[in-house]
């Protein structure tokens, strides 16, 4: 059975961002104590991981892994969070690619965003900390969900005017949120699904 087909309820799962094979440029053992390292970013909460490899598997960019509980990884011999800064140039440059592919096979996941996003403060929306949305666009959301909850992105697109590219406008916001954690707000990243939908 591959790791991508074990499917642990509570096991924390993460895509690959970099591979490399002889390790971290500043882990400074000699070569032959390295075990292959990387980077991965978890599926449900975006968190960011620095991750040590078993040297026996050969993994690619955008495969998925287990990162916790401990005893339910098969690949990953050592892990621990890193920030955006931490991250190698190559997981840097997949990131955007990863995420957008993350929002697209949730796409159940972040429509309900839109459908369920509500007041942070009296002046302030959960819509509004996303790229683009301002009172205009916020309020036909918040119009168009009273008469029928949203299905798809497609849908987003159509019935809300000036709307375009939803999909897109989350995956800009996970971005910033991960490259600056001193936003006073995270939506989504560190939030795990449970989280999210209390």
Request: aromatic share 8%; glycine share 6%.
């Amino acid at each position: 059975m591959s790791e991508a087909d074990s499917d642990g309820t509570d096991a924390r799962r993460a895509v690959v961002l970099d591979y490399l094979a002889h390790g971290l440029s500043d882990d400074a053992r000699p070569q032959y104590e390295k075990s292959p390292a990387g980077y991965a970013l978890g599926i449900d909460d975006f968190t960011l991981y620095e991750v040590a490899f078993d040297e026996e598997e050969r993994l690619t960019i955008g495969s998925e892994v287990t990162v916790a509980p401990v005893d339910a990884r098969e690949v990953v011999l050592e892990c621990r969070e890193v920030e955006y800064g931490d991250l190698s140039s190559g997981a840097k440059s997949e990131l955007e690619y990863v995420v957008a592919d993350l929002v697209e096979e949730n796409e159940d996941r972040f429509v309900d965003f839109y459908n369920d996003a509500q007041p942070i403060t009296l002046r302030l929306h959960q819509l509004n900390l996303l790229p683009g949305i301002g009172k205009k666009l916020r309020n036909g959301i918040l119009d168009e969900r009273k008469r029928k909850s949203f299905e798809s992105f497609e849908e987003l697109s159509e019935r809300v005017s000036g709307l375009h590219d939803p999909d897109e406008i989350l995956v800009e916001r996970i971005i910033e949120e991960l490259r600056d954690d001193d936003l006073k707000y995270q939506t989504f990243v560190g939030r795990n699904e449970q989280e999210q939908n209390q």
